[in-house]
């Protein structure tokens, strides 16, 4: 049973919504990167997402393009992420994940990358520019590693395609555009979650914009998974890394 399903599964039992956050490998530096993964699990974090900075990201907004270009600028390579995750694994066994978009992949080289990826201990992938028509391209997965979905409101009809061949959990996007912080929430994301129901039985995150305790609140009773990852990168970005501001912020998410 893989990570992933085995805290969904832990938690559905203990009737809670896994939180689960993001934050760019290599900003401020890998250093920090790994200290701040080691403190969100600290502070009861349930899944750690990993994005993988890339120079062109389609569905980034500014906060995680400029985390991006910092990562970038530092001369983060994706071996450097590789042993980073090396080295957390030694003593951290929580759920962690890669966003990464399918031109690294490429370019570093697919089997090798999910080689790597096996061998690290990474739970999931979240591919965002990977189409569904080109997903054989990538499949099939060793069994230790989930192949993640992003279902789009817009995606109707597609649903059903989307998450047939998936694991780990569905990424429900909450809002069309890209990511970032929100003021309000454009769709009923209940009326979405059951639609995306009807076609899975994966566990539902909700993405994108959510920043606060009381957007967590609004959708933890019907989501099983709550997604944050604009809001903690402007931290690390107004803070240069600061580990005790991202720690309050997880607190505050949590309500602890």
Same mark, same amino acid.
């Given at each position: 049973? *893989?990570?992933?399903?085995?805290?969904?599964?832990?938690?559905?039992?203990?009737?809670?919504?896994?939180?689960?956050?993001? &934050?760019?490998?290599?900003?401020?530096?890998?250093?920090?990167?790994?200290?701040?993964?080691?403190?969100?699990?600290?502070? +009861?974090?349930?899944? =750690?997402?990993?994005?993988?900075? #890339?120079?062109?990201?389609?569905?980034?907004?500014?906060?995680?393009?400029?985390?991006?270009?910092?990562? &970038?600028?530092? +001369?983060?390579? $994706?071996?450097? =992420?590789?042993?980073?995750?090396?080295?957390?694994?030694?003593?951290?066994? =929580?759920?962690?994940?890669?966003?990464?978009?399918?031109?690294?992949?490429?370019?570093?080289?697919?089997?090798?990358?999910?080689?790597?990826?096996?061998? $690290?201990?990474?739970?999931?992938?979240?591919?965002?520019?990977?189409?569904?028509?080109?997903?054989?391209?990538?499949?099939?997965?060793?069994?230790?590693?989930?192949?993640?979905? &992003?279902?789009?409101?817009?995606?109707?009809?597609?649903?059903?395609?989307?998450?047939?061949? *998936?694991?780990? #959990?569905?990424?429900?996007?909450?809002?069309? +555009?890209?990511?970032?912080?929100?003021?309000?929430?454009?769709?009923?994301?209940?009326?979405?979650?059951?639609?995306?129901?009807?076609?899975?039985?994966?566990?539902?995150?909700?993405?994108?914009?959510? *920043?606060?305790? *009381?957007?967590?609140?609004?959708?933890?009773? =019907?989501?099983?998974?709550?997604?944050?990852?604009?809001?903690?990168?402007?931290?690390?970005?107004?803070?240069?890394?600061?580990?005790?501001?991202?720690?309050?912020?997880?607190?505050?998410?949590?309500?602890?």
């Amino acid at each position: 049973m *893989s990570r992933i399903k085995t805290c969904f599964d832990k938690l559905k039992k203990e009737h809670k919504t896994a939180l689960i956050t993001y &934050l760019t490998a290599g900003d401020p530096n890998i250093k920090q990167t790994e200290k701040l993964i080691y403190a969100q699990a600290e502070a +009861g974090v349930d899944i =750690i997402e990993i994005g993988i900075p #890339f120079s062109d990201p389609p569905a980034d907004g500014p906060v995680i393009q400029r985390a991006a270009k910092r990562a &970038l600028d530092n +001369g983060i390579k $994706v071996d450097d =992420i590789f042993n980073m995750v090396k080295t957390i694994r030694k003593s951290l066994d =929580i759920p962690l994940v890669f966003l990464v978009y399918y031109n690294i992949i490429f370019s570093y080289g697919k089997n090798k990358f999910i080689k790597n990826c096996e061998e $690290v201990g990474i739970d999931g992938l979240i591919i965002p520019d990977l189409p569904l028509e080109e997903r054989n391209e990538i499949l099939p997965l060793p069994k230790s590693i989930d192949l993640i979905p &992003l279902v789009a409101p817009n995606s109707n009809n597609r649903i059903k395609d989307i998450v047939k061949d *998936s694991q780990g #959990f569905v990424y429900c996007v909450s809002s069309m +555009g890209v990511t970032g912080v929100r003021d309000n929430f454009e769709i009923n994301i209940e009326n979405y979650l059951n639609k995306v129901k009807k076609y899975t039985d994966l566990p539902l995150a909700i993405g994108f914009g959510i *920043s606060k305790r *009381s957007d967590v609140e609004k959708f933890e009773k =019907i989501a099983d998974g709550i997604i944050v990852g604009s809001a903690i990168v402007k931290i690390i970005e107004e803070n240069n890394g600061d580990i005790e501001k991202i720690i309050e912020k997880v607190k505050e998410l949590k309500n602890l």
